[in-house]
């Protein structure tokens, strides 16, 4: 067989693909007769409700000289990393506002930071294209740099994301802007699975963020600037499990809903997004009302039981609280007493969800929790 016949063979196999897949999704679209907000409404659900006390910034960590770009929570929600453009990553006593390390970074460009499972390591990632893991027991010199314990060098490009797998501190993903994900192994520095890259079912783009399921930890969201989200199993490298479509800028950040079974994502289009990882459905858009053109969404967050989502927007000091049944912002956090000055950039809640971070372009990190008895619920 000749290369003009497989050429031609190759168009027309690609040609029947793209067809099958414009007849799926419409067929899906058939199918989805309406959404979650719609449905609870006709339920008669009635949106949360907040007081002016409910919920009140009670911390402000303040420390920083350069804009905040990540932050992470232990999972006994007493301690907080976070990363700065200022270079530094700052570990901070939540409960007292003091702060027990702040680390010197390698390179000043950092993008991500994370929490290993038992809170004794941090790592990070950013424009050297490597993530970079730090042991907390580590002793800092005179001039607070602390040696780097483990490097995992292998992306193409800059480190987006890391995170480590829950309940695995010998494990943790990266997300990169060579279009890939890789899981490591901290132990040997060595990469144990390569997520897209040569394979086509992955990403045609930058990715930006990862979220790895509590109840599965085998399976993992990725968003990426090609405006999709991937879910894989990590067992499985080859090719990703499903691709969900739905937004029209760069899908900025990814998390799983406190189930397993469905997502959130945000993006450059201005909205949040709900998804189902079981039929691959869009169960909900969560989309501000007004003029204007649309505001990204930079981080995303549940609370426990998933009715609210907290959701930050790359215009001042915006912060929305989402209720996902009923689709409705049912409160602004730019608007509460002691908010930011400045573009909120990431967001993260306690393992408890008792308390919300937010990090910020004014170089501070704010802790908001819930007055008297009520909870984030």
Known sequence: MSVSDLKERHAVATETVNNLRDR?????????????????????????????????????????TGKVYSLDWTSERNRIVSASQDGRLIVWNALTSQKTHAIK??????????????????????????????????????????????????????????????????????????QTCILWDVTTGLKTSVFGGEFQSGHTADVLSVSISGSNPNSFISGSCDSTARLWDSRAASRAVRTFHGHEGDVNTVKFFPDGNRFGTGSDDGTCRLYDIRTGHQLQVYQPHGDGENVPVTSIAFSVSGRLLFAGYASNNTCYVWDTLLGEVVLDLGLQQDSHKNRISCLGLSADGSALCTGSWDSNLKIWAFGGHRRVI
């Open 24 to 64: 799926l999704r419409q067929r899906r679209l058939q199918l989805l007769d309406t959404d979650v907000a719609r449905y609870s409404a006709a339920q008669g659900r009635t949106p949360v409700s907040f007081g002016a006390t409910d919920l009140v910034c009670c911390r402000t960590l303040q420390g920083h």
């Open 105 to 178: 970074l390698p390179c000043a460009w950092v993008m991500t930071c994370a929490f290993s499972p038992n809170g004794q390591s941090v790592a990070c990632g950013g424009l050297d294209s490597v993530c970079s893991i730090f042991s907390l027991s580590s002793t800092a010199d005179k001039d607070g740099t602390v040696p780097v314990s483990r490097m995992l060098s292998g992306h193409k490009g800059y480190v987006s994301c890391c995170q480590y797998v829950p309940n695995e501190d010998a494990h943790l993903i990266t997300s990169s802007g060579d």
